[in-house]
């Protein structure tokens, strides 16, 4: 697999919740880090949540902290987006990307070398 595949995206309202999931399965990704970004209409590519390699460190923007919760499961390739309370302003597409490194606590947008195409959440108010 060259890249990772979004998924889960779609519309809510305000207050609701949805899980995006990011297939990302096999050796080109399972020792390194993954993150979730956002970009909106007219906006610069946001920093949302990322995670280590093995799952047990993640980090969050200040924007989602507390809403939004990144996990992965390993078995599965998989690295999952959890967003509750959702706002309009999180409306967005969203892309799930992997780090270059195994771990990311200092990783910054240019830490990460491959992206998926995104999937559109759209909060209504």
């Known amino acids: 697999q060259g890249e990772p595949v979004e998924s889960g995206g779609g519309s809510v309202q305000a207050g609701g919740s949805l899980r995006l999931s990011c297939l990302a399965s096999g050796p080109t990704f399972s020792n390194y880090g993954m993150g979730w970004f956002r970009q909106a209409p007219g906006k610069g590519r946001e920093f949302v949540a990322d995670i280590n390699w093995s799952g047990t460190k993640s980090y969050y923007g200040n924007s989602v902290k507390g809403r939004f919760t990144i996990s992965r499961d390993i078995t599965k390739g998989t690295i999952y987006l959890q967003m509750n309370n959702l706002k309009p302003e999180d409306t967005a597409v969203y892309y799930c990307?992997?780090?270059?490194?195994?771990?990311?606590?200092?990783?910054?947008?240019?830490?990460?070398?491959?992206w998926g195409r995104g999937t559109q959440v759209t909060v209504s108010s």
């Open positions: 990307a992997k780090a270059d490194e195994s771990e990311v606590d200092d990783a910054t947008i240019s830490d990460f070398g491959s």
